[in-house]
């Protein structure tokens, strides 16, 4: 019996126009998408949230450093497995021992469980792995109990040289399962082992905006292919910088930015004859876990915020101060499973989409964000491989993942030309410094490279 949960709204039916377009196109779209790997690295792994109005299917955020491996159908370790082999494969072919290091949540268990997860796929694949921990004053390794009954080391990182591993550890390859939200700790620079994903994919560097214009780029081309309005698969968005919400700094700046998007999407959906009342998210322009989000349905809401609204969206992960927002179109989902409104989030290692679950929370409406409190998670093993839908049978279940699959391809696309111009500005930056050190007769490292 299938394990995907069956969807209690029209999504459940056949495909709609935009799913139709891409199951009968799907030869093209997967020539295509070999062309695109030939000419850029997929990130190691990566999840993508995407948003099912019915008129419209898009990616609304892309996370390169994904922490929900525990929430996908185990029927689909295997697929994990395989996907993991190749990715090593690509990054560093003689690799056998790997360091994990991942976020400083010893508190929590379900993020726990994704770190167990993590080794689990990644010693199937091959690899010795071990667990370092970036948690200042862990002296000695850690064993913390899960709550399946199972145990995770965590140990403490130990730096020789420009290597990187644990006592009497000195791993080939390592794997950050850290955003970097806090910043890049020194010692995980210089290193002479190969590091991913690498630390510009970190939000210590890394902007959304960067990200959704590489999309843009992506989408755009994408629609070409299919013949169709990029629109439909690709939100727009704006970076509103300089804000500081305590200090009611910017706030005018944000309001005109999303008077202009709301008049846009009105616009897109007078063409469409939508009759849905238009939104925008405005969030933080960098982090995660969801902090700093609001929905927008007028300019006014963004001017005079009260206090508790201002604090929510003035600190992120790690007590981040924001000063860069994104602007984002509003997409709704029109989906829902065990009554309460759901949107799927869709996982990869490599270029493979390895599975996913359907975020689930009853306590929000379907032009909010769900990642918040009350949330839960339904897995999904996409029934079948979702690389493999059925045209023919309007009704296959795999056919709605398959389109699921290929928008999260499209931003995992666009996350690799996003690093791979995230990398050139680095380098550019370090060659910069390198050169005003001798010009000034300052060490590199002072310089800041």
Known sequence: MSTVPRLKTALSGPPLALESQILTQSVEIEHWFRRQWHEHVPPFYGSVDLRNSGFKLAPVDTNLYPGGFNNLNPDFHALCVQATMMAVETVCPTARDALLIPENHTRNQFYLQNVATLVRILRHAGMNVR???LIEGLEEPTTVDLPDGKKLTLEPLKRVGNRLGLEGFDPCVVLLNNDLSAGIPAILR??????????????????????????????????????????????????CGKINFQQRQGEECLAGYVAEMLDDIRAKYKEYGIQEEPFVIVKADAGTYG?????????????????????????????????????????????????????????????FVVGGFYRLNNQRGTDQNLNAPGMQFE??????????????????APNRFYAYGVIARLALLAASIELEKTQGAALVNANEAVEASAMNDVSPKEAGV
């Not at 897995?379 to 309007?394: I, K, R, T, V």
């Open 190 to 239: 210089g290193l002479d082992q190969p590091l991913f994903p690498p630390l510009h994919a970190g939000w210590a560097v890394r902007r959304k905006s960067n990200h959704f214009a590489a999309y843009n780029q992506v989408a755009s081309s994408f629609g070409q292919l299919l013949g169709m309005d990029p629109w439909l698969i690709n939100p727009f968005f704006e970076m």
């Open 379 to 396: 897995p999904l093993a996409f029934a079948e491989p979702c690389s493999s839908p059925n045209p023919d049978d309007p009704d296959c």
């Open 131 to 133: 667990v370092g921990s």
């Open 291 to 351: 902090m700093g989000v609001m929905t927008v349905k007028d300019a006014a809401e963004v001017r005079g915020l009260n206090r508790k609204q201002r604090n929510k969206m003035a600190v992120g992960k790690e007590g981040m101060q924001v000063h860069e927002v994104l602007v984002q179109e509003g997409v709704y989902t029109r989906e829902t499973v065990r009554d309460a409104v759901a949107e799927p989030v869709v996982y990869m290692i490599d270029r």
